[in-house]
């Protein structure tokens, strides 16, 4: 017969490791059932959160996509109320910011300067950082737009300051020089230009500045003799110098 004790030829011996395990489920079965319960449970509950997310974002991206084309058509109308109902139905989805800054476009092309800046300004107060740029950028181009030319050179310059290096950077400085000239600040807005000659040489920026730096030259060609008629050919007109495109 096995001895059924832990004694075996008069010396003790000491329980497995795994004796002790299998000895602490069965202790602790309930608990263990439950907690594999609960775990179960959360991992589902994780995957169908991750799938609804997936959800909304498609479905407020699809939103947005039909909003712009809806104000891009003109119906600014119902493209804002588009717009409206991802903020509002979406708001922890990525297009949430990007419907705020579209309908700040939107409203910024019907001359409703101040409704647009408060729609970027949304970004700088909730917003998802890599869209601030834009939203402050945009601030400036509404105060412009609005005829408030110190506070647009101010928000230009807060943007300068701010994001030196970003790929707006040229276009916000060709900006801030159009402002000064617009204040009639002449040698303000020089300097502005010459430094967008300076930081971005090979630029299209850079080719503008340099024009408004650089006086207009009048071109002069040699007057034709006299036709043995006596008539005398016209002398050719300077053409006028293109200003740049903003």
């Known amino acids: 017969m096995p001895d059924s004790s832990w004694i075996h030829s008069g010396t003790p ?18 608990n263990i059932i439950g907690s594999l319960v609960i775990l179960a449970a959360a991992a589902i509950f994780g995957i169908w959160v991750v799938i609804h997310h997936a959800g909304l974002r498609e479905t407020a991206w699809k939103t947005l996509f039909i909003a712009q084309q809806t104000g891009y058509n003109g ?10 109902s991802i903020e509002t139905n979406f708001a922890n989805t990525s297009a ?10 939107i409203l910024f092309q019907q001359n409703k300067f101040q409704e647009a800046e408060a729609e970027y300004s949304k970004i700088t107060t909730k917003g998802p950082k890599n869209l601030l740029p834009f939203a402050l950028y945009n601030i ?7 005829a408030d030319l110190p506070a647009a050179i101010n ?16 276009e916000v400085h060709y900006s801030l020089a159009s402002v000064h000239e617009l204040s ?18 090979e630029t299209a920026w ?7 730096t650089t006086p207009a030259q009048k071109e002069t060609k040699p007057v034709a003799n006299a036709a043995a008629t006596g008539n005398q050919a016209a002398k050719p007109q300077a053409p006028a110098a293109a200003s740049p495109a903003k």
């Open 75 to 84: 119906n600014f109308t119902e493209a804002v109320k588009q717009l409206d």
């Open 155 to 170: 928000q230009y310059k807060s943007f300068l300051t701010a994001y030196p290096e970003h790929f707006l950077a040229p």
């Open 184 to 201: 009639g600040n002449a040698a303000e807005a020089k300097a502005a230009y010459e430094k967008i000659v300076l930081l971005y040489p």
């Open 206 to 212: 850079a080719m503008m500045a340099k024009a408004k």
């Open 96 to 105: 949430r910011g990007f419907a705020v800054l579209t309908k700040g476009d």
């Open 13 to 30: 011996q000491t329980p497995g490791k795994m004796h002790n395990f299998t000895t602490w489920i069965k202790n602790h079965r309930e």
């Open 140 to 146: 400036g181009k509404t105060k412009e737009a609005a």
